[in-house]
């Protein structure tokens, strides 16, 4: 016999139901232990109001003569603990005669390729936009990523996809301007690659916060190359088109780099061209260092602390010479000798 549907409902939760199917024998050989940060993460969305029907599943497989839960371990155990008034809940039971259709019937919930992308998460937010109708997905995507980076720092990506794409909303003036550099460029497209990065739109945001008018003449020089052979826009456009993301398998000729690295040089070269400053600034990239703040081109200072999250330093021991290991060790047996008289 295959794995058949014998019932599906929805009716009110109650305490008893609750219990059951937090109780429940869990799928063999094992199921997935139960997880604070998930538990966290309903919890908040049941008291704000966007929770949504909780779906629990149950097989009953001839082979073990008993039920074994499926899904809603988690929700379950919440409820236990405290009951929403009016809350409902979506009961499927099932049948199934061995342990490997239940193994193959508790894959197909909550499957990863069933669910949505942040990609069509952003389309979606952005289409609330009219003025962002025209834009390309590419940018929209490109966006999120960037000014999320900017925001968040290294801890952008543990951030919700729902979350990241909210910033679409409170920054349409943004993405036009973005749009404009790069969709709007009509010259050599293989000019505008390396500028749909997350690290390059990261630093894009940034100064285009401090002055919108300095920002579009540094990135079309950045774009173009069309700023004098010193100026550290030609650095910096001439590394961004040698290298590549570490997400991607680098060839030979190209240098793999993340996303930090892509900011820090980005926001170097700016800080250069604000202050005076010649090319090789725009090399001077330590990864062990603080993120470098913007600076403003018309203060000469920087406005905007980018660093929120300092990268942790690892702590190197010092290694002692033979001269002065011996006299550590006389200092302490001296001091221990003094105790013992004492």
Known sequence: MAT???????????????????????????????????????????DANRFRLPVWAAVYCIATECFHRLNGQHTSTIFCEKMPAGQLVHVEYFE????????????????????????ELNQIVAGTRPVLRDVPAATINNSVTGISYAIWNDHFSSQMASKRCAVIQENVKFILWLNNILDGYKG??????????????????????????????????????????????????RWLRGSRCREYIPSSKYTAVGIRELYCRSILAWNAVCL???????????????????????TKKPRLICERF?????????????????????????????????
Request: glycine content about 6%; overall charge positive.
């Open 4 to 46: 058949k549907l014998v019932s599906a409902k929805t009716e009110r939760i109650t305490t008893a139901l609750a219990k059951k199917f937090r109780d429940m024998q869990p799928t063999p050989p094992r199921d997935r232990p139960l997880g604070k940060g998930r538990i966290n993460f309903l919890k908040n969305e049941i």
């Open 96 to 119: 199934c005669d061995t342990v490997d259709e239940i193994a193959e019937l508790y894959s197909t919930f909550d499957h990863t390729n069933g669910s949505r992308k942040p990609s």
């Open 188 to 237: 050599v497209r293989n000019f505008v690659k390396p500028l749909r990065r997350g690290g390059v739109v990261a630093a894009m945001y940034k100064t285009w916060q401090e002055c919108p008018d300095t920002a579009t003449a540094f990135w079309r020089n950045i774009r173009d190359e069309s700023a004098p052979s010193d100026d550290p826009t030609r650095d910096l456009a």
């Open 276 to 298: 005076g400053g010649i090319a090789t600034d725009v090399l001077r990239y330590d990864p062990r260092a603080k993120i470098p703040a913007v600076v403003n081109p018309k």
């Open 310 to 342: 300092p990268v942790p330093q690892k702590k190197t021991k010092v290694k002692m010479s033979k001269l002065r290991m011996a006299a550590h060790k006389t200092v302490r047996s001296s001091g221990s000798s003094r105790q013992a008289g004492r």
